[in-house]
């Protein structure tokens, strides 16, 4: 077990570097919320944080259109406990937000380093020794084995691409940052069959749901309810009995995180249903679809200058920041490489998966997937194909982290290599964090 100072101190450890991109608007007087960030959140933030702390609540504001069901709008995130004990105590400022989105950049990091911790352990963990080429024993530290690769992950999903392109789109921000608590909870609680972790999932399910928005929620609940398709007909098919447990337990994932959303959901849909995306054509669903092209800025964190300078790339730069960095590719490609000519795992097996389906949809007009998920319910609401490009890098992420375990013990002797790797991805995403105009308006500007 690792214990609560360790967890603590890698907490600690996550929180402070989520700070260090936004350390000149929190400490050095200058730098300011843009875009959505301020003309959407903080507005309506202020009015909804104002309100619970005189002690109403915000059900309806009279500042939008002749008057507006503020608490039917999702992207207000009325209820999502953050926002909620904000508002409690003090009034939404631009500090107040800036501090709430390093919150959830620190989350992401520290969601994603405990998912990879724990499947990295409880994989690898299971396979015979001498399929790695050594036999050291059975008295191996799987724990130390996946905390560093968990690290690495963490790292790496919270100044991801999608995890900086959209820092002015706090409500995906924040929903994507409770993506890595959700799979690691549903992944323990079918693991260990657990009505407790089931519930856990659940609970965390509906926050992310609060978090306040419907499309990363969508993919939030698609990629858990895949994994869980997966595992349930992957068990099935190994064992050769009905795995009824664990779909009880998914039921019980889904009941709780519907009646802790539910508060939001039910005005929500009821508002939808009267607005243009109780159904929007295909032509319109496919605006924002991935170029191609594009797809360099994956190694090249400034293709195009989407990072900073005068961009010259498709539509919106927010969403065609994609940078990833050479470092975590190779560590992914190096997970794949050894599922195929030594290791066969199920969870990896999945990421891939997933990864080449989020990257299809993602190239929506330009590709043929997202024609045929238009077609399922939810779906055909949305627009922005390209937005699925956050499950494309929280699997290569994963994968990632995998592929840095795996070599960690293919060369047990080359005890710096994980500290090491560490402090190349720190160098190859920080750098970018502190530099892109896509978090605030920075003084260059």
Same mark, same amino acid.
């Given at each position: ?28 007087? +200058? ?6 960030? *301020? ?143 959700? +799979? ?11 009505? %407790? ?16 928005h419907f499309q990363v929620s969508v993919f939030l609940l698609f ?5 869980? %398709? ?14 009824? *447990? ?136 949305? *627009? ?19 592929g840095f375990a795996m070599l960690r013990r293919l060369f047990p ?33």
């Open positions: 077990m690792i214990s609560l100072l360790k967890v603590g101190s890698v907490a600690v450890f996550f929180l402070l570097l989520a700070v260090t991109p936004f350390y000149v608007p929190l400490f050095g007087g +200058f730098g300011a919320l843009q875009w959505d960030a *301020r003309e959407v959140h903080l507005t309506n933030l202020i009015f909804s944080s104002q309100a619970w702390h005189e002690g109403f609540s915000p059900l309806w504001t009279p500042y939008i259109f002749n008057g507006f069901p503020q608490v039917a709008d999702l992207q207000v995130a009325v209820f999502y406990p953050v926002n909620l004990l904000i508002g409690l105590f003090g009034v939404f400022s631009q500090k107040l937000l800036l501090w709430q989105i390093v919150f959830h950049y620190a989350l992401a990091g520290f969601g994603m380093c405990l998912l990879v911790r724990e499947l990295t352990k409880s994989t690898l963990a299971r396979l015979n020794f001498r399929t790695f080429g050594n036999d050291v024993g059975a008295e191996l530290q799987y724990e130390n084995l996946g905390g560093l690769a968990g690290v690495f992950s963490g790292i790496a999903y919270m100044f991801s691409g999608f995890m900086l392109g959209h820092a002015s789109h706090v409500g995906m921000q924040n929903t994507a940052a409770w993506l890595p608590i959700v +799979f690691l909870l549903v992944y323990i609680a079918l693991e260990r069959q657990s009505l %407790v972790y089931a519930t856990g999932a659940g609970l965390a399910t509906g926050i992310a749901i609060l978090a306040g990629a858990v309810g895949a994994y869980f %398709v997966f595992d349930f007909l992957f068990s099935w098919w190994s064992t050769k009995m009905f795995p009824w *447990r664990k779909a009880a337990l998914m039921a019980l994932v889904g009941l709780v995180a519907f009646l802790i959303s539910a508060v939001q959901l039910l005005p929500t849909f009821e508002l939808s249903a009267q607005s243009q995306r109780a159904g929007i054509p295909l032509e319109l669903a496919q605006t924002e679809s991935l170029e191609p092209s594009s797809l360099w800025g994956l190694t090249e964190a400034n293709y195009q200058n989407v990072a900073y300078g005068n961009y010259t790339g498709p539509w919106d730069r927010t969403q065609n920041f994609l940078f990833l960095g050479i470092t975590t590719l190779g560590f992914a490609i190096a997970a794949l490489l050894v599922q195929v000519r030594r290791v066969q795992l199920p969870v990896t097996m999945f990421l891939a998966l997933l990864a080449v389906i989020a990257l299809s949809y993602s190239f929506g007009k330009n590709g043929f997937l997202h024609q045929y998920f238009y077609l399922l319910p939810l779906f055909d609401k949305m *627009r922005a194909p390209s937005n699925m490009m956050l499950l494309f890098d929280f699997s290569v992420i994963v994968l990632a982290g995998f002797r080359m005890r710096m290599f994980g500290y090491v790797a560490v402090l190349v991805i720190a160098l190859e995403v920080v750098p970018y964090a502190l530099l892109t105009e896509l978090t605030y308006v920075q003084k260059n500007q």
